[in-house]
T-cell receptor, first 113, second 115 residues
């Protein structure tokens, strides 16, 4: 069973507006959660992670995510979107003794000039 | 930071031939390498986990004889797609977890097109 879910295939936002890319998790206990970004024909780049501590995690390129245990969510946010933020975003969860990472289905973010 | 070099970035081959994809950790030792396959507009599917000096662990449904994985040194892991067919056309990505980081570092990916 998939441990992270991204309910939106695509998110469109106007440049300068705040953006949110949604992720929910289903693993019990203390999840290790991540966000990665993928530009066309490239590997994935790490944005941020939640392991423990503050629920609000700040990452690269002005992105942040909030771990919400009651809603089992880890939504990615940015206060002001840039056209260059347009890419494919993956939520992921780390599990298992072999450090296996399970990815969500990805959300395509389109920032409109 | 940790860098994983993946080569080739693109390869086109004829059906029936074999293709080798290499992933090298440039400034650290990678005892474990994860190999993913990504279909268009879809997520990454973990194919196998390679461990230096031992046999790779394949995920359910992945053909071991089709996708040969070798991890002969601490800095090199290879994926060989044997007797490739058009349905093997995909984007293959390697990644590893540099010691203590809990963060995957990815290669840039290899786009395989089988004619």
């Amino acid at each position: 069973a998939q441990s992270v879910a991204q309910p939106e295939d695509q998110v469109n936002v106007a440049e300068g507006n705040p953006l949110t890319v949604k992720c929910t998790y289903s693993v019990s206990g203390n999840p290790y959660l991540f966000w990665y970004v993928q530009y066309p024909n490239r590997g994935l780049q790490f944005l941020l992670k939640y392991i423990t501590g503050d629920n609000l995690v700040k990452g690269s390129y002005g992105f942040e995510a909030e771990f919400n245990k009651s809603q089992t969510s880890f939504h990615l946010k940015k206060p002001s979107a840039l056209v260059s933020d347009s890419a494919l975003y993956f939520c992921a969860e780390l599990s298992g003794g072999y450090q296996k990472v399970t990815f969500g289905t990805g959300t395509k973010l389109q920032v409109i000039p | 930071g940790a860098v994983v070099s993946q080569h080739p970035s693109r390869v086109i081959c004829k059906s029936g031939t074999s293709v080798k994809i290499e992933c090298r950790s440039l400034d650290f030792q990678a005892t474990t390498m994860f190999w993913y396959r990504q279909f268009p507009k879809q997520s990454l599917m973990l194919m196998a986990t390679s461990n230096e000096g031992s046999k790779a662990t394949y995920e359910q449904g992945v053909e071991k004889d089709k996708f040969l994985i070798n991890h002969a040194s601490l800095t090199l892991s290879t994926l060989t797609v044997t007797s490739a067919h058009p349905e093997d056309s995909s984007f293959y990505i390697c990644s590893t977890n540099p010691s203590g980081a809990n963060v995957l570092t990815f290669g840039a990916g290899s786009r395989l097109t089988v004619l």
